[in-house]
């Protein structure tokens, strides 16, 4: 087939200078990048990094999480749905952060306990979702603003 000719309707397409064939939109790839399948995660996988997820929380905010969920996403219902979970309280907690430093500033230092507080109640609902996650049970946090789905 030369550079000019229109490929068969339906089948893969040829780069004009040779290559790999390309799929057709809507086709699905055969692998992901990388060149490995993703394999799902075994159940002890799961629990060890939803755990981190949870825990990761209370040294790097939002950003443990985050990673946890980019990078297994789809390997695991209970990985899945723990670390977006995770991530929306952690989400929450910086969204509260910010409220109560601005609270604590407008009332002049009257309501400078509030960081505090938000710091605390984080810690604890984090140990909480941890200890649960590491009995294999599904953990949802109580207060928590679901942004990611």
């Known amino acids: 087939m030369s550079y000019d ?3 068969p309707a339906g089948g893969p397409q040829q780069p004009p200078f040779g290559g790999q064939p ?3 939109y809507g086709g699905q790839p055969q692998q992901p990048y990388g060149g490995q399948p993703q ?3 075994r159940p002890d996988e799961e629990k060890t990094w939803s755990l ?3 825990l990761g929380g209370i040294l790097f905010s939002f950003v ?3 990673v946890v969920w980019l990078v297994f996403k789809g390997r695991g219902p209970f990985l899945d749905d723990q670390a ?3 991530l ?3 989400i929450t907690v910086a969204i509260a952060y910010v409220a109560s430093w601005i609270l604590a500033g407008i009332t002049f230092g009257w309501l400078s306990f509030l960081p505090f507080v938000v710091g605390v109640a984080a810690l604890v609902f984090a140990i909480l979702a941890a200890v649960a996650v590491n009995k294999g049970q599904w953990y949802r ?3 928590t603003l679901r942004l990611v789905k």
Do not use: D, I, S
Request: hydrophobic letters at 35%; proline letters at 21%; aromatic letters at 8%.
């Open 22 to 24: 390309q799929q057709p």
């Open 84 to 86: 977006k979970e995770a």
């Open 52 to 54: 981190l997820a949870h």
């Open 141 to 143: 946090y109580p207060v």
């Open 64 to 66: 443990a999480p985050l």
């Open 88 to 90: 929306n309280f952690q």
């Open 39 to 41: 394999q799902p995660l």
């Open 5 to 7: 000719q229109q490929p």
